[in-house]
Protein backbone atom coordinates (compact mmCIF):
# COMPACT_ATOMS: atom_id res chain seq x y z
CA UNK A 1 0.00 0.00 0.00
CA UNK A 2 2.77 2.32 -0.87
CA UNK A 3 1.11 4.46 -2.52
CA UNK A 4 -1.46 5.61 0.27
CA UNK A 5 0.91 5.84 2.46
CA UNK A 6 2.62 8.53 0.38
CA UNK A 7 -0.90 10.13 0.06
CA UNK A 8 -2.22 10.18 3.11
CA UNK A 9 -0.37 11.44 6.29
CA UNK A 10 0.01 9.46 9.35
CA UNK A 11 1.90 9.60 13.19
CA UNK A 12 -22.84 18.45 10.10
CA UNK A 13 -24.14 14.80 9.52
CA UNK A 14 -23.63 13.52 6.16
CA UNK A 15 -26.60 11.82 4.38
CA UNK A 16 -25.21 9.41 1.79
CA UNK A 17 -25.05 10.76 -1.51
CA UNK A 18 -26.00 14.02 -2.92
CA UNK A 19 -27.30 15.34 -6.54
CA UNK A 20 -23.92 16.33 -6.91
CA UNK A 21 -22.57 13.11 -7.67
CA UNK A 22 -24.12 10.74 -10.36
CA UNK A 23 -25.66 7.61 -8.33
CA UNK A 24 -25.18 4.59 -10.65
CA UNK A 25 -28.35 2.39 -10.56
CA UNK A 26 -27.32 -0.98 -8.69
CA UNK A 27 -28.72 -3.23 -6.68
CA UNK A 28 -27.40 -3.12 -2.91
CA UNK A 29 -24.41 -3.89 -2.41
CA UNK A 30 -24.01 -7.29 -0.70
CA UNK A 31 -20.01 -8.13 -0.01
CA UNK A 32 -17.01 -5.75 0.81
CA UNK A 33 -15.83 -6.09 -2.57
CA UNK A 34 -18.64 -4.84 -4.24
CA UNK A 35 -18.40 -2.10 -2.19
CA UNK A 36 -14.93 -1.25 -3.30
CA UNK A 37 -15.89 -1.97 -6.84
CA UNK A 38 -18.65 0.66 -6.39
CA UNK A 39 -16.93 3.59 -4.98
CA UNK A 40 -13.43 2.80 -4.75
CA UNK A 41 -12.87 4.70 -8.13
CA UNK A 42 -14.35 8.18 -7.30
CA UNK A 43 -13.12 8.20 -3.70
CA UNK A 44 -9.57 7.43 -4.81
CA UNK A 45 -10.33 10.24 -7.39
CA UNK A 46 -10.84 12.65 -4.43
CA UNK A 47 -8.24 11.06 -2.19
CA UNK A 48 -5.82 12.97 -4.86
CA UNK A 49 -7.26 16.08 -4.69
CA UNK A 50 -7.76 16.21 -0.91
CA UNK A 51 -3.94 15.39 -0.78
CA UNK A 52 -3.03 18.16 -2.70
CA UNK A 53 -5.33 20.77 -0.14
CA UNK A 54 -3.25 19.46 2.91
CA UNK A 55 -0.14 19.22 1.82
CA UNK A 56 2.64 18.11 4.35
CA UNK A 57 0.71 19.54 7.45
CA UNK A 58 0.10 18.18 10.36
CA UNK A 59 -2.99 17.35 11.72
CA UNK A 60 -5.07 17.51 14.81
CA UNK A 61 -8.70 16.43 16.08
CA UNK A 62 -11.08 18.11 18.50
CA UNK A 63 -13.67 15.22 19.11
CA UNK A 64 -15.90 17.67 21.08
CA UNK A 65 -16.28 20.52 18.25
CA UNK A 66 -16.42 17.37 16.21
CA UNK A 67 -13.12 18.90 13.51
CA UNK A 68 -10.24 18.18 12.18
CA UNK A 69 -7.88 20.42 11.35
CA UNK A 70 -4.26 20.99 8.98
CA UNK A 71 -3.16 24.18 10.67
CA UNK A 72 -4.78 26.94 11.43
CA UNK A 73 -6.61 27.51 7.92
CA UNK A 74 -8.08 23.80 7.15
CA UNK A 75 -10.40 22.93 9.54
CA UNK A 76 -12.79 20.30 8.24
CA UNK A 77 -16.10 18.99 10.09
CA UNK A 78 -15.72 14.93 10.22
CA UNK A 79 -17.55 11.57 11.09
CA UNK A 80 -15.72 9.26 13.04
CA UNK A 81 -16.08 5.75 11.34
CA UNK A 82 -13.97 3.41 13.88
CA UNK A 83 -10.41 3.04 14.99
CA UNK A 84 -7.38 0.47 14.81
CA UNK A 85 -5.42 -1.19 17.31
CA UNK A 86 -1.72 -0.91 15.88
CA UNK A 87 -0.49 -3.76 19.04
CA UNK A 88 -3.80 -6.06 18.61
CA UNK A 89 -4.32 -5.75 15.09
CA UNK A 90 -7.77 -4.94 15.28
CA UNK A 91 -10.52 -2.92 13.96
CA UNK A 92 -13.59 -1.44 16.32
CA UNK A 93 -16.14 0.68 15.43
CA UNK A 94 -17.21 4.25 16.67
CA UNK A 95 -20.52 2.95 17.61
CA UNK A 96 -19.35 -0.21 19.29
CA UNK A 97 -16.63 2.00 21.40
CA UNK A 98 -18.52 2.61 24.20
CA UNK A 99 -15.82 3.78 26.60
CA UNK A 100 -14.75 6.80 24.08
CA UNK A 101 -17.43 8.93 24.88
CA UNK A 102 -17.84 9.81 21.22
CA UNK A 103 -20.64 12.01 20.79
CA UNK A 104 -23.85 10.44 18.18
CA UNK A 105 -23.32 13.16 15.76
CA UNK A 106 -19.87 12.30 14.68
CA UNK A 107 -20.72 8.52 14.17
CA UNK A 108 -23.95 8.97 12.11
CA UNK A 109 -22.00 7.77 9.11
CA UNK A 110 -20.90 4.19 11.15
CA UNK A 111 -23.99 3.43 12.21
CA UNK A 112 -25.63 3.94 9.09
CA UNK A 113 -23.12 1.76 7.72
CA UNK A 114 -23.80 -0.86 10.42
CA UNK A 115 -27.44 -0.41 8.96
CA UNK A 116 -26.31 -1.12 6.11
CA UNK A 117 -24.22 -3.80 6.90
CA UNK A 118 -27.17 -5.49 8.74
CA UNK A 119 -29.24 -5.36 5.94
CA UNK A 120 -27.28 -6.45 3.22
CA UNK A 121 -25.61 -9.60 5.42
CA UNK A 122 -21.61 -7.41 5.36
CA UNK A 123 -20.12 -8.47 8.28
CA UNK A 124 -17.64 -6.09 7.96
CA UNK A 125 -20.36 -2.87 8.53
CA UNK A 126 -21.93 -4.87 11.23
CA UNK A 127 -19.79 -6.69 13.41
CA UNK A 128 -18.23 -4.70 16.85
CA UNK A 129 -14.86 -5.27 16.38
CA UNK A 130 -12.59 -8.05 14.11
CA UNK A 131 -9.09 -8.79 13.31
CA UNK A 132 -7.49 -6.46 10.71
CA UNK A 133 -4.32 -5.04 9.38
CA UNK A 134 -3.45 -0.84 8.73
CA UNK A 135 -3.60 -1.66 5.22
CA UNK A 136 -6.88 -2.09 5.28
CA UNK A 137 -7.70 0.63 6.99
CA UNK A 138 -8.19 2.63 3.22
CA UNK A 139 -10.92 -0.14 2.60
CA UNK A 140 -13.21 1.91 5.43
CA UNK A 141 -12.29 5.30 4.10
CA UNK A 142 -13.29 4.87 0.61
CA UNK A 143 -16.25 2.85 0.81
CA UNK A 144 -17.95 5.32 3.57
CA UNK A 145 -15.95 8.44 1.32
CA UNK A 146 -18.15 6.96 -1.44
CA UNK A 147 -21.41 6.06 0.00
CA UNK A 148 -21.81 9.42 1.95
CA UNK A 149 -20.18 11.28 -0.56
CA UNK A 150 -17.46 12.76 1.40
CA UNK A 151 -15.05 15.24 0.27
CA UNK A 152 -12.17 12.41 1.68
CA UNK A 153 -10.58 10.99 4.05
CA UNK A 154 -8.31 10.55 6.52
CA UNK A 155 -6.28 8.12 8.63
CA UNK A 156 -5.57 9.42 11.87
CA UNK A 157 -2.32 7.92 13.53
CA UNK A 158 -1.82 8.77 17.16
CA UNK A 159 1.09 5.84 17.58
CA UNK A 160 -0.95 3.57 19.63
CA UNK A 161 -3.74 3.22 16.93
CA UNK A 162 -5.97 5.07 14.31
CA UNK A 163 -8.81 6.69 13.62
CA UNK A 164 -9.77 7.13 10.07
CA UNK A 165 -12.30 9.51 9.77
CA UNK A 166 -14.24 11.13 6.83
CA UNK A 167 -14.66 15.12 6.00
CA UNK A 168 -17.44 17.37 3.85
CA UNK A 169 -15.82 20.66 3.18
CA UNK A 170 -16.57 22.86 -0.06
CA UNK A 171 -12.89 23.69 0.60
CA UNK A 172 -11.98 20.39 -0.75
CA UNK A 173 -14.18 19.93 -3.15
CA UNK A 174 -13.48 23.45 -5.35
CA UNK A 175 -10.71 21.61 -5.59
CA UNK A 176 -11.10 18.94 -7.37
CA UNK A 177 -9.28 18.10 -10.63
CA UNK A 178 -11.78 17.72 -13.42
CA UNK A 179 -9.54 17.17 -16.18
CA UNK A 180 -10.21 13.62 -17.61
CA UNK A 181 -7.01 12.29 -17.69
CA UNK A 182 -7.32 11.59 -14.38
CA UNK A 183 -9.01 8.66 -14.95
CA UNK A 184 -5.84 7.36 -16.94
CA UNK A 185 -3.72 7.62 -13.61
CA UNK A 186 -6.47 7.12 -10.71
CA UNK A 187 -8.22 3.84 -11.97
CA UNK A 188 -4.84 1.56 -12.80
CA UNK A 189 -4.08 3.05 -8.96
CA UNK A 190 -6.73 1.62 -7.69
CA UNK A 191 -6.63 -1.85 -9.09
CA UNK A 192 -3.42 -2.37 -8.63
CA UNK A 193 -4.03 -1.87 -4.76
CA UNK A 194 -7.31 -4.26 -4.11
CA UNK A 195 -8.39 -7.23 -5.95
CA UNK A 196 -11.67 -6.25 -7.89
CA UNK A 197 -14.12 -6.77 -11.15
CA UNK A 198 -11.99 -3.93 -12.89
CA UNK A 199 -14.97 -4.05 -15.68
CA UNK A 200 -17.60 -3.31 -12.78
CA UNK A 201 -15.06 -0.90 -10.87
CA UNK A 202 -14.25 1.40 -14.17
CA UNK A 203 -18.06 1.70 -15.31
CA UNK A 204 -19.15 3.29 -11.65
CA UNK A 205 -16.14 4.93 -11.71
CA UNK A 206 -17.22 6.89 -14.61
CA UNK A 207 -20.78 7.09 -14.03
CA UNK A 208 -19.70 8.78 -10.75
CA UNK A 209 -17.16 11.32 -12.60
CA UNK A 210 -20.62 12.23 -14.81
CA UNK A 211 -19.36 10.41 -17.70
CA UNK A 212 -22.12 8.68 -20.45
CA UNK A 213 -21.26 5.20 -20.27
CA UNK A 214 -21.40 3.02 -23.36
CA UNK A 215 -21.01 -0.36 -22.42
CA UNK A 216 -19.67 -3.50 -24.81
CA UNK A 217 -18.96 -7.28 -23.98
CA UNK A 218 -15.01 -6.52 -23.74
CA UNK A 219 -15.06 -2.57 -23.79
CA UNK A 220 -16.60 0.10 -21.78
CA UNK A 221 -16.20 3.96 -22.80
CA UNK A 222 -16.84 7.02 -21.36
CA UNK A 223 -17.58 10.73 -22.68
CA UNK A 224 -17.89 13.59 -21.73
CA UNK A 225 -17.58 17.35 -22.52
CA UNK A 226 -16.04 16.61 -25.71
CA UNK A 227 -13.71 13.87 -24.46
CA UNK A 228 -13.66 10.34 -24.50
CA UNK A 229 -12.01 7.35 -22.04
CA UNK A 230 -12.32 3.71 -23.45
CA UNK A 231 -11.45 0.78 -21.02
CA UNK A 232 -10.89 -2.87 -22.82
CA UNK A 233 -11.06 -5.99 -20.75
CA UNK A 234 -10.60 -9.42 -21.40
CA UNK A 235 -13.00 -12.27 -20.45
CA UNK A 236 -12.27 -12.42 -16.64
CA UNK A 237 -12.94 -8.68 -16.43
CA UNK A 238 -9.51 -7.56 -16.23
CA UNK A 239 -8.42 -4.50 -17.64
CA UNK A 240 -5.97 -4.94 -20.69
CA UNK A 241 -5.68 -1.25 -22.08
CA UNK A 242 -6.99 2.04 -21.32
CA UNK A 243 -6.65 4.84 -23.61
CA UNK A 244 -8.19 8.63 -23.86
Known sequence: MGLFNKIFGQSD????????????????????QELLEHYGGIALDKQMDFGEVIGDNNWNVNIQQGTISFGEDLVFPIQVLGTFS????????????TQSGLPESIMQQALQLKKYGEENGIDLLSSNTFDFSADELHLMGMIASGMFNASGYYIADYGQGAMVVTMKSDVIDKARNTDHIRVLTAFPQLISQFDMDHKNAFKSYLTFKGYQVTEKENSIEGTKDG????????????????KG
Open 13 to 32: QQKPETNQQQQPEQKPCKTE
Open 86 to 97: HSSQTWLWAWAN
Open 227 to 242: NSVTGEFDDLSRLINL
